[in-house]
């Protein structure tokens, strides 16, 4: 029987080696095609059209910064900025809080039903904004809602949830509704991963449920708790869904400026101004990624002292 040497085939002819790099290239074509395709073209469109204006004389010519110089004067998108930036400011803690204690309770061990409990805080989740828009649109109505014929009934006031002063508060209570589940179920997988020697350490030590939680969970799930502001971050200042919807109920608190996003959405399909609705765009997504690299300059500070 013929032996064959190393690195032949069974004819005896060399076999060709496979470039290790080459491979990985061919596995991540596909992604890059549709990244380059669906995310990066559009941006470079819109980067593009952010450059020129439509004038009634002229057409359309190229402006060059012009658009973002007016977007950096422009009162109304400086408000709807500022009010996004408020409503991050109270209502992220707030839904963070509820999740971590939720993350917490489950992973104790101590809650009955929690699978149950589980699946009816990330429930909210799985439905879509605008459902749980209009939802709570329904209950917040000053005329038809069920909140306001209860109070009603009782002979009490109802509740103002679309005026100005608690617009934002309700759109908070909307937000919170829906993402708590999400960003418990990514606090809770961040406990599980917690090594359990550190809480037999705990417990040899003397410390309670609370202590353990205090001292051993929460520091150990911190980078989870720092992607969930950065993804807060990031939805805050792209609220559209609840502003848009609740507008129609509210149409002399809600304005076509309340957020960022709504302006720009606003810009680019009713007033027909896409240069500069593409530049207010590129705008929003410079204060995202300045909003989060604060947040995580100012977290890595904290740790490093």
Known sequence: MKRLRPGTDTVGRPRRSINPAGSGYLFVAPFML???AMLVLPLAYA???SLFQ???IGGTVFAGLDNYVTALHDDRLLRGVVRVAEFFAFQVPIMLAISLLAALAIDSG???FAKAFRLGIFLPYAVPSVVATLMWGYLYGPDFGPVAQLADKVGLAAP???TDGWMLGSMANIVTWEFTGYNMI???AALRAVPHELYEAAAVDGAGPWRTAWSIKIPAIRPALLLCVIFSVIGSFQLFAEPNLLQRLAPSVIDSAYTPNLYAYTLAFTGQQVNYAAAVSFLLG????VASYTVLFLTSRRSRR
């Open 47 to 49: 980067a593009y059209l």
């Open 54 to 56: 439509d004038r009634l």
């Open 160 to 162: 103002k949830f679309l």
């Open 34 to 36: 549709v990244f380059v």
């Open 286 to 289: 410079l204060v995202i990624v």
């Open 186 to 188: 990514i606090l809770y």
């Open 110 to 112: 101590l809650l009955r």
